[in-house]
């Protein structure tokens, strides 16, 4: 539990009373969203009627707070009853005359809140037997004969060796070392399940990071006129410059992506709804290809396909997205949000529910299914990428997302 800071008690005591800075009231205003709880508590706190109906709930507080008010300070317009006293009293006025008091009652009301909601949460919390756990290194290295090694069960130092690299493993980064490359070209295939992320040193020195069920097919040494790679899935590089040898890589057999030298991400999972490039660092040119239908017989031999190309040069914080045959640009783009999976968080920033649980499937290992109809829900916000599912899950109880587990299937429920 994060307790709420004084300078946030301060803020709101400010706004009961018109007094905050346009700074100030942007300061209270990052704090309101940054969490449900938070824009909750506002709410509740800035209310007359549902403050005191929580304060009556704590005797403890009522005392401290209200009986030490009462003693301090008049109110203003009392009215009296035949069976009792009425007390009636401006609330802003309240609040100013009471400042230090009620900033400690507010610190005192948000804990209270906490502690009593996480209690609730526990007595109603989804019975479960199990929970799946983060993404975690590992990989699976397929050699240019066939062959298959585990790298989670492989061991640090040498794996393999391919013509004249040799393949090295440490931790969970794989490289290739190559004295001479040679003139054979050799590929290898990097994949990785869902649930593991791995990463790539190439031979030409370029770092690769790559999420949850992605690949990439690279060769082990690189030789001719171009660097090319191939990727599916979400991979981000940081290529090594080197003008002579231009950097390639193929997107899904749908996009071309050349580069000199450069920092970009590539997500090109099969159910996203489009191939997303982001610039970080550099220039990049992104080329659409797809296929169109064949031409119509003329009587002669021509099979060749009708291309569909489409190209653009991004410059950093850009991002293009293919859809169908159309690649179009986006400016100003959250690069923080686009990283979050490098960097260790989700980032659910303006993130539909569907389009969360699709990286929830690859990151922890699950299927989701939803009981009834996909729920239309749109989520803000950053959480860190090493909790558990329930964990996460929880946490989103607060957005009213419903939903049990079952062995590897996440069922969503429903949305309050």
């Known amino acids: 539990m994060i307790d709420m800071p004084k300078a946030i008690a301060d803020l709101i005591l400010k706004h009961l009373n018109d007094e905050l800075t346009s700074q100030e009231q942007q300061e209270l205003d990052n704090w309101i969203q940054e969490s449900e709880d938070n824009e909750r508590f506002f709410k509740q706190f800035t209310n007359e009627e549902d403050l005191v109906a929580t304060i009556s709930e704590y005797e403890t507080s009522k005392g401290i707070v209200f009986n030490k008010i009462r003693e301090a300070i008049p109110f203003s317009g009392q009215s009296a009853s035949k069976t009792g006293t009425t007390v009636w009293f401006n609330w802003k006025r309240l609040m100013a005359a009471a400042s230090i008091i009620l900033i400690g009652g507010i610190l005192v009301l948000w804990n209270m809140n906490k502690k009593s909601e996480e209690v609730v949460q526990t007595q109603t919390a989804t019975p479960v037997t199990t929970d799946r756990q983060p993404a975690t290194d590992g990989a699976i290295l397929k050699l240019a004969d066939g062959k298959e090694i585990i790298l989670d069960d492989a061991q640090d130092g040498a794996v393999a060796t391919q013509g004249n690299t040799t393949i090295t493993k440490q931790g969970g980064l ?15 295939t990097l994949s990785t399940p869902n649930g593991k992320i791995y990463k790539l040193l190439l031979p030409d020195g370029s770092k690769v990071w790559l999420n949850a069920a992605s690949s990439i097919r690279f060769p082990t040494a690189f030789v001719g006129e171009h660097r090319y790679v191939e990727v599916t899935g979400e991979v981000y590089f940081e290529v090594e410059k080197n003008a002579d040898m ?50 119509e ?7 060749s396909d009708l291309r569909h190309l489409t190209s653009v040069v991004l410059q950093p914080g850009q991002q293009a997205q293919l859809k169908h045959t159309t690649i179009t640009v986006a400016y100003n783009v959250n690069i923080p949000k686009v990283m979050g999976w490098k960097n260790g968080y989700f980032s659910l920033d303006d993130l539909p ?4 649980m699709r990286e929830i499937e690859r990151w922890y290992d699950v299927e989701v299914v939803y009981e ?39 069922i969503i429920t429903g949305v309050q």
Not at 175 to 185: L, M, Q, T
Not at 273 to 289: A, D, F, H, Q, Y
Not at 297 to 303: A, E, L, V
Not at 382 to 388: H, P, T, Y
Request: hydrophobic content about 35%.
């Open 353 to 356: 529910l569907q389009q969360l």
């Open 297 to 303: 017989n003329t009587g002669t031999n021509q099979t």
């Open 174 to 188: 794989l490289a290739y070392n190559s004295a001479d490359a040679g003139n054979k070209v050799l590929y290898n």
């Open 246 to 295: 231009p950097f390639q890589v193929a997107v899904n057999h749908r996009a071309t992506i050349e580069v000199l030298g450069t920092m970009f991400n590539v997500n090109a999972y099969d159910n996203e709804e489009m191939i997303r490039t982001t610039l970080l660092e550099g220039s990049v040119k992104m080329r659409s290809e797809v296929g169109g239908q064949k031409p």
């Open 372 to 410: 009834k109809d996909v729920p239309a829900k749109t989520l803000f916000g950053k959480v860190n990428r090493d909790i558990s599912l329930l964990d996460f899950m929880d946490g989103l109880r607060d957005w009213g997302v419903r939903f049990r587990l079952e062995g590897k299937k996440l």
